[in-house]
C-alpha cells in the first residue's frame, strides 16, 4: 500500500520559515517525481514546486527565491524549505508522487495545515 505522509506544518509570523516533510512508502521512490501542492480555503489546488528524478527542481513564480524543494531518496523523503512566509502562503499542503514509467501512477497525502498569522 503506497502512502504519502507529510509533516512540519504549523502556525508561523508573517516573515518566518518551516520545513515541510514528506515520507514515502510502498513505492520505488527514485522512479517518481515529487512535487508540493497547495490550497487556500476557497481556491483550487496548486502547484508549488516539483523535483524530478534527476534532481531538477521548478518553482510557482510566487514562491521563487523563498521556498525550495530537495529530496533524500535513501531516506524516500521529501523536503520543502520554506522561508520569508507571508499570509497568502496559508493554505494546505500536499505530496504527490507521479511515476516516470508507464503506466503512470499518481499518489497524494494528506495533506498539512500552514498558517501564516501575527
Known amino acids: 500500500q503506497v502512502q504519502l505522509v507529510e509533516s512540519g506544518g504549523g502556525l508561523v509570523q508573517p516573515g518566518g520559515s518551516l520545513r515541510l516533510s514528506c515520507v514515502a512508502s510502498g513505492l520505488t521512490f527514485d522512479y517518481y517525481a515529487i512535487g508540493w501542492f497547495r490550497q487556500a480555503p476557497g481556491k483550487e489546488r496548486e502547484l508549488v514546486a516539483t523535483?524530478?528524478?534527476?534532481?531538477?527542481?521548478k518553482y510557482a513564480d510566487s514562491v521563487k527565491g523563498r521556498f525550495t524543494i530537495s529530496r533524500a531518496n535513501p531516506e524516500n523523503t521529501v523536503y520543502l524549505q520554506m522561508n520569508s512566509l507571508q499570509p497568502e502562503d496559508t493554505a494546505v499542503y500536499y505530496c504527490?508522487?507521479?511515476?516516470?514509467?508507464?503506466?503512470?501512477?499518481?499518489?497524494w497525502g494528506q495533506g498539512t495545515q500552514v498558517t501564516v498569522s501575527s
Open positions: 504527490n508522487a507521479v511515476s516516470i514509467a508507464k503506466p503512470r501512477y499518481m499518489y
Open positions: 523535483v524530478t528524478t534527476g534532481g531538477t527542481m
